[in-house]
């Protein structure tokens, strides 16, 4: 048992060894790194394309998407002619830091904004930095209010909770204050947008919120 956990405390540490690394990096650099993390379907990918569409005509984007198998998603954001790689970990619930440091040269070398999909799952990812700058944590309107109190680690870790699929809210009976208040007792200071890739909800104010983040980031 003990032995077990010895091995766990070595991965996590070498893995923050390489994130450190991949920070300086990034901070050398110029880029700002945003890893998003959820439960598979909350909408990640959609919301990257929407992203693309918005933030991309002032800016060079770069996407790295992790998943277990097949390079579908990074094929959607090609069709936008995004800059993306697709990290297949082959089984590996989450993205590690050397996962990122190696998929960095399947990239353009120099973009303004680097967004790591993360593999859809609520627990894992969130023990793995990666040398983020920004973390984003999304639940579903589909998902149900409970995820912050059953998955805190990924809230506590990160900066940003999106309730994304407000399209949805009338059919789910959704409680919206109840979510963003759970979260809230478990990190008071989420910034928490409510977005609809569908219906365009909060999309601008994800978009300034990104650019105002990079500002602050490259001290301008
Ligand atoms: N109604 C609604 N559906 C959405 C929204 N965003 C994504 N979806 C749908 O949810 C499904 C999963 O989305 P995807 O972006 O692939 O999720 P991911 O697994 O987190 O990357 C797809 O069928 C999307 O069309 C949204 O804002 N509203
Ligand atoms: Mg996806």
Known sequence: MSEGIDIKKNILEYNDKIAEENKKLFEEKGIFVINLISAPGSGKTTLL?????????????????????????????????ADAYQIITGGTCHLEADMIRKA????????????????????????????????VV?????????????????????QVFLITKTDLKEYFGFNIEAIKSDALSLNPRLKIIEISSKNNEGISEWIDFLIQKRKEFLGI
């Open 49 to 81: 394309e929407k992203t693309v569409e918005k933030l991309g005509k002032d800016y060079k984007l770069s996407f790295l998407i992790g998943d277990v198998d097949t390079e579908r998603d990074a094929e959607r954001l090609k069709k936008h002619n």
């Open 104 to 135: 960095l040269s399947h990239i353009n070398e120099k973009p303004d904004f680097l967004f790591i999909e993360n593999v859809g799952n609520l627990v894992c990812p969130a023990s793995f930095y990666l040398g983020e700058h920004l973390r």
């Open 138 to 158: 999304l639940v579903s309107i589909p998902e149900g209010e409970d995820k912050p109190s059953k998955y805190p680690k990924a809230f506590k870790t990160s």
